[in-house]
């Protein structure tokens, strides 16, 4: 099995999330893919940031949807770093990437990136939001796409059946054998989310998952030898 270790915002255990830091250490670690998370700014640009304001991860206040591109570099994303846009990630590492998305107007945006740059084959698009999948699938025939979930049932896999997504990125604390037998049957992938421990690696390893989404380097070379 091609087991993939995923690099949660880079290696955010270890280095300012979000980062170009971040993400050429993720980079430089080997971890087989790099997530981050997009948003756009108040002039368009598509910016690389979890929260939907940028209080938590530096040192300004106030929605990211409120400040312009310019104001956004003006601040600090931790250790000097700047909030990145999506195509200088794209070009400081070589590593593919899970790019998730918060609604359909940053998949818009996404996917003028994507046929502009030939992403189809480097980029696979994650979002919580089905109707966010459903449209990036819609604007990029051929993406590859993935639901990610944190409370959930079974009906996850037929929400991701629903939206034409082929992987399933899930919490790691909730999953259970039914769900992943579930989705099985549907032919999904299963990616677990967040691992971080010894424990969680050995339980994606004895559910057979996919991939486990790290937010350090170090899992890379345990979960080698993880039974």
């Given at each position: 099995?091609?087991?993939?270790?995923?690099g949660?915002?880079?290696?955010?255990?270890?280095?300012?999330?979000?980062?170009?830091?971040?993400?050429?250490?993720?980079?430089?670690?080997?971890?087989?893919?790099?997530?981050?998370d997009?948003?756009?700014?108040k002039?368009?640009?598509?910016?690389?940031?979890?929260?939907?304001?940028?209080?938590?991860?530096?040192?300004?206040?106030?929605?990211?949807?409120?400040?312009?591109?310019?104001?956004?570099?003006?601040?600090?994303?931790?250790?000097?770093?700047?909030?990145?846009?999506?195509?200088?990630?794209?070009d400081?590492?070589?590593?593919?990437?899970?790019?998730?998305?918060?609604?359909?107007?940053?998949?818009?945006?996404?996917?003028?990136?994507?046929?502009?740059?030939?992403?189809?084959?480097?980029?696979?698009?994650?979002?919580?939001?089905d109707?966010?999948?459903?449209?990036?699938?819609?604007?990029?025939?051929?993406?590859?796409?993935?639901?990610?979930?944190?409370?959930?049932?079974?009906?996850?896999?037929?929400?991701?059946v629903?939206?034409?997504?082929?992987?399933?990125v899930?919490?790691?604390?909730?999953?259970?054998?039914?769900?992943?037998?579930?989705?099985?049957?549907a032919?999904?992938?299963?990616?677990?989310?967040?691992?971080?421990?010894?424990?969680?690696?050995?339980?994606v390893?004895?559910?057979?998952?996919?991939?486990?989404?790290?937010?350090?380097?170090d899992?890379?070379?345990?979960?080698?030898?993880?039974?």
């Amino acid at each position: 099995m091609n087991f993939l270790t995923i690099g949660h915002r880079g290696v955010m255990g270890v280095e300012p999330e979000n980062t170009l830091r971040s993400f050429v250490a993720a980079d430089r670690a080997g971890l087989d893919v790099i997530e981050l998370d997009l948003h756009l700014s108040k002039d368009g640009a598509l910016v690389v940031m979890h929260d939907a304001d940028v209080d938590r991860t530096t040192d300004g206040t106030g929605p990211i949807a409120d400040k312009t591109l310019t104001e956004l570099r003006a601040l600090d994303a931790g250790r000097g770093e700047r909030i990145p846009t999506f195509e200088e990630v794209l070009d400081a590492v070589q590593a593919p990437l899970q790019a998730e998305i918060k609604d359909t107007a940053a998949a818009r945006a996404l996917a003028e990136v994507m046929h502009r740059r030939d992403l189809v084959g480097r980029v696979e698009v994650l979002s919580f939001h089905d109707e966010a999948v459903a449209e990036i699938a819609r604007l990029v025939p051929g993406v590859r796409t993935a639901l990610v979930a944190s409370r959930y049932g079974l009906d996850v896999v037929d929400r991701a059946v629903a939206v034409g997504a082929s992987t399933l990125v899930l919490n790691i604390r909730r999953l259970t054998l039914e769900v992943v037998e579930h989705a099985r049957k549907a032919n999904l992938r299963i990616i677990g989310w967040v691992v971080n421990t010894q424990d969680h690696l050995r339980l994606v390893r004895a559910l057979q998952l996919d991939g486990a989404t790290t937010d350090y380097p170090d899992i890379k070379r345990t979960g080698r030898f993880t039974a």
